[in-house]
């Protein structure tokens, strides 16, 4: 087999819509209408998503040049062409169909795979690791046995010669399996780094704010759930000829997925999904989305493929994890790791991927998933994955100088002497607070030693989920349920003790607070407290016996607003009121509430409305 792998015109169409071939700034009669001429070409070969997020690291480092003029173009080869043509969009560059690019000569080509017809670019070509270097074994169409993917002359030859000008690696371990594998595309070999983990470790001080972006508050953990793709991984299920009628016994998804949503303290954790590009666009993101959902009401945020699993890699207490890049580029940052699906089979022994899995501790099905987590947690000693991250990358912080110094080697014309060659920064994410909007069963402990202290745990509690606290442990528990208004099992409503809204002050839609807390107590007569949170650390409830109150969270030890949610306040609030019984007259003090292993200051004032 050469490295070009299989096309098929079905997958060209798909993403180049069956365009015609593109005039400007190429075509035989492009010089009529371009505005500068005489650049230099640079073709950007997208494979798959996948694969394009490591072109996307690269793409900066030709940015001020106007010299070049740089196009992108798609192999069809792939099956995963989902959301190709969504990116290439969102890239902004000139989309070549494949059978023009083919026929087009370029100064450079650069591709983040193998696969297609490589061979017939006309122009010097770099391949680039999509991943943590080279790992996994995949099978090759027309070949027995399974060659390790880019590691392989099934993947690196075409024709007995080596297909690429340039093979980047990051490590001399890379280098070494490459000479014992395919000793013909060793002089190919270039090691300049990974920029993908460059952007990791120069984002590093950034974890406090990514933290906050991603809603976890204090005292709270972040636990990420990553999985490759294929059916040996931690979302598929692990056997391939499993079926709804005969699920396999192995499966842990089913179960990881329940105890994330309902195990887990809603104000001592905080969980988020990072899924390979090929479960998204493999599947479809409405039907990821859709398996997801249960937990994603309970307060699991999926982070989309294209956005920011680094910075949550950067956040994370713990990474549940299998033998993807992604919970290495974790361990290799220092975070522990909990790996379930870590097939032997599929792997090359001698990666680094294989070593982590003969390293790190499993997970496993029994017993109580919080209880690993913390374990885990506990147990990690800084520079545990020292030596396996030192083989991510041999030049940390310089795949950005190196990378550039080949490209505009290969092109021919000096580097741009004035502009310091640079990746991107991680961007800051947006505010993503949890959000469950499942029913929340909660239990609060109330201790009034001259000024009430309110201990708060708060579990989502979907569907039939048996009730958390099957009894009081302590006279001075309360339970209660909160049910977000916005819940899509409008019938817990009916029942709810607690019913809260999430909206701005002024969203003249449900606002003010007032009226709104005064609707929701009419509207649900077993309803004993109504809460409005209008901000991060604040929220407006409204009492059955006719108090209307703001709870405001004093600022945290940085000067910034509290990120718990508001609604344990009012939580807070409800349990001591139902103790203390105090008359409608009299003033509500401040409130001490404890949730997991952070303390909040809560100012409760009284307003009009």
Same mark, same amino acid.
């Given at each position: 087999?050469?490295?070009?792998?299989?096309?098929?015109?079905?997958?060209?169409?798909?993403?180049?819509?069956?365009?015609?071939?593109?005039?400007?700034?190429?075509?035989?009669?492009?010089?009529?209408?371009?505005?500068?001429?005489?650049?230099?070409?640079?073709?950007?070969?997208?494979?798959?998503?996948?694969?394009?997020?490591?072109?996307?690291?690269?793409?900066?480092?030709?940015?001020?040049?106007?010299?070049?003029?740089?196009?992108?173009?798609?192999?069809?080869?792939?099956?995963?062409?989902?959301?190709?043509?969504?990116?290439?969009?969102?890239?902004?560059?000139?989309?070549?169909?494949?059978?023009?690019?083919?026929?087009?000569?370029?100064?450079?080509?650069?591709?983040?795979?193998?696969?297609?017809?490589?061979?017939?670019?006309?122009?010097?070509?770099?391949?680039?690791?999509?991943?943590?270097?080279?790992?996994?074994?995949?099978?090759?169409?027309?070949?027995?046995?399974?060659?390790?993917?880019?590691?392989?002359?099934?993947?690196?030859?075409?024709?007995?010669?080596?297909?690429?000008?340039?093979?980047?690696?990051?490590?001399?371990?890379?280098?070494?399996?490459?000479?014992?594998?395919?000793?013909?595309?060793?002089?190919?070999?270039?090691?300049?780094?990974?920029?993908?983990?460059?952007?990791?470790?120069?984002?590093?001080?950034?974890?406090?704010?990514?933290?906050?972006?991603?809603?976890?508050?204090?005292?709270?953990?972040?636990?990420?759930?990553?999985?490759?793709?294929?059916?040996?991984?931690?979302?598929?299920?692990?056997?391939?000829?499993?079926?709804?009628?005969?699920?396999?016994?192995?499966?842990?998804?089913?179960?990881?997925?329940?105890?994330?949503?309902?195990?887990?303290?809603?104000?001592?954790?905080?969980?988020?999904?990072?899924?390979?590009?090929?479960?998204?666009?493999?599947?479809?993101?409405?039907?990821?989305?859709?398996?997801?959902?249960?937990?994603?009401?309970?307060?699991?945020?999926?982070?989309?493929?294209?956005?920011?699993?680094?910075?949550?890699?950067?956040?994370?207490?713990?990474?549940?994890?299998?033998?993807?890049?992604?919970?290495?580029?974790?361990?290799?940052?220092?975070?522990?790791?909990?790996?379930?699906?870590?097939?032997?089979?599929?792997?090359?022994?001698?990666?680094?991927?294989?070593?982590?899995?003969?390293?790190?501790?499993?997970?496993?099905?029994?017993?109580?998933?919080?209880?690993?987590?913390?374990?885990?947690?506990?147990?990690?000693?800084?520079?545990?994955?020292?030596?396996?991250?030192?083989?991510?990358?041999?030049?940390?912080?310089?795949?950005?100088?190196?990378? #550039?110094?080949?490209?505009?080697? %290969?092109?021919?014309? $000096?580097? @741009?002497?004035? *502009? !310091?060659? &640079?990746? +991107? =920064?991680?961007?800051?994410?947006?505010?993503?607070?949890?959000?469950?909007?499942?029913?929340?069963?909660?239990?609060?402990?109330?201790?009034?030693?001259?000024?009430?202290?309110?201990?708060?745990?708060?579990?989502?509690?979907?569907?039939?989920?048996?009730?958390?606290?099957?009894?009081?442990?302590?006279?001075?528990?309360?339970?209660?349920?909160?049910?977000?208004?916005?819940?899509?099992?409008?019938?817990?409503?009916?029942?709810?003790?607690?019913?809260?809204?999430?909206?701005?002050?002024?969203?003249?839609?449900?606002?003010?607070?007032?009226?709104?807390?005064?609707?929701?107590?009419?509207?649900?007569?077993?309803?004993?407290?109504?809460?409005?949170?209008?901000?991060?650390?604040?929220?407006?409830?409204?009492?059955? #016996?006719?108090?209307?109150?703001? %709870?405001?969270?004093? $600022?945290? @030890?940085?000067? *910034? !607003?509290? &990120?718990? +949610? =508001?609604?344990?306040?009012?939580?807070?609030?409800?349990?001591?009121?139902?103790?203390?019984?105090?008359?409608?007259?009299?003033?509500?003090?401040?409130?001490?509430?404890?949730?997991?292993?952070?303390?909040?200051?809560?100012?409760?004032?009284?307003?009009?409305?």
């Amino acid at each position: 087999m050469s490295g070009r792998g299989q096309t098929t015109g079905e997958g060209t169409d798909a993403v180049t819509g069956g365009a015609a071939h593109v005039r400007v700034p190429v075509g035989d009669d492009a010089e009529r209408w371009v505005t500068r001429v005489g650049c230099r070409r640079v073709l950007l070969i997208v494979h798959n998503v996948t694969s394009a997020t490591r072109l996307l690291d690269v793409l900066p480092l030709f940015a001020g040049d106007i010299r070049l003029q740089l196009f992108a173009t798609c192999t069809g080869s792939s099956p995963f062409l989902a959301g190709v043509p969504e990116l290439l969009a969102r890239a902004g560059l000139p989309v070549l169909p494949w059978e023009q690019a083919k026929g087009l000569p370029f100064d450079l080509a650069v591709a983040a795979s193998y696969g297609g017809e490589l061979g017939h670019i006309r122009a010097k070509l770099v391949i680039l690791s999509h991943g943590v270097g080279y790992n996994k074994r995949l099978a090759t169409a027309g070949h027995s046995g399974t060659p390790v993917f880019g590691m392989s002359p099934e993947w690196l030859l075409e024709d007995g010669r080596p297909l690429a000008t340039a093979t980047v690696l990051s490590h001399p371990e890379q280098l070494e399996r490459l000479v014992a594998a395919c000793p013909e595309a060793a002089p190919t070999a270039v090691l300049a780094g990974d920029p993908c983990y460059d952007r990791i470790l120069a984002a590093l001080p950034q974890r406090d704010r990514f933290r906050r972006a991603l809603g976890v508050a204090r005292g709270q953990r972040l636990v990420v759930l990553t999985s490759t793709w294929a059916p040996r991984s931690l979302f598929g299920g692990v056997a391939s000829d499993a079926s709804p009628d005969r699920p396999d016994p192995d499966d842990l998804l089913p179960w990881l997925l329940s105890r994330l949503a309902t195990e887990l303290p809603a104000d001592e954790y905080r969980t988020v999904a990072v899924l390979h590009p090929n479960i998204w666009y493999g599947h479809g993101p409405g039907q990821v989305r859709a398996w997801l959902d249960n937990a994603g009401q309970a307060g699991l945020h999926a982070i989309p493929p294209l956005d920011a699993w680094r910075q949550a890699l950067i956040a994370a207490d713990c990474v549940l994890g299998d033998h993807s890049s992604v919970a290495f580029y974790a361990a290799s940052i220092d975070v522990p790791v909990l790996l379930r699906e870590f097939p032997e089979e599929d792997l090359d022994p001698l990666s680094p991927v294989a070593a982590l899995g003969r390293t790190a501790p499993r997970l496993v099905r029994q017993g109580s998933l919080r209880a690993q987590i913390d374990e885990v947690v506990a147990a990690h000693r800084p520079g545990r994955y020292k030596e396996l991250a030192e083989q991510t990358s041999s030049v940390p912080g310089e795949s950005a100088a190196l990378l #550039r110094r080949l490209f505009y080697g %290969l092109i021919g014309v $000096p580097e @741009p002497q004035r *502009r !310091p060659a &640079l990746l +991107d =920064p991680l961007p800051l994410p947006a505010h993503t607070p949890a959000r469950p909007t499942v029913p929340l069963r909660v239990r609060a402990r109330v201790r009034d030693a001259g000024s009430p202290e309110v201990t708060v745990v708060r579990h989502a509690v979907p569907g039939d989920t048996p009730d958390p606290f099957e009894r009081l442990t302590d006279d001075t528990d309360h339970l209660h349920t909160v049910v977000d208004e916005e819940t899509g099992d409008a019938g817990r409503l009916r029942i709810a003790d607690v019913v809260v809204r999430y909206a701005a002050a002024d969203d003249l839609r449900l606002g003010p607070p007032g009226a709104w807390t005064a609707e929701a107590l009419a509207a649900y007569p077993y309803c004993g407290l109504a809460v409005y949170v209008d901000g991060p650390d604040r929220c407006v409830v409204r009492t059955r #016996r006719g108090r209307l109150l703001r %709870l405001s969270a004093r $600022p945290g @030890p940085d000067g *910034r !607003p509290d &990120l718990c +949610d =508001p609604a344990a306040y009012a939580s807070a609030l409800y349990a001591y009121l139902l103790r203390a019984g105090l008359p409608a007259t009299e003033a509500v003090p401040a409130i001490t509430v404890r949730t997991g292993g952070a303390t909040h200051r809560v100012t409760v004032t009284a307003v009009t409305g």
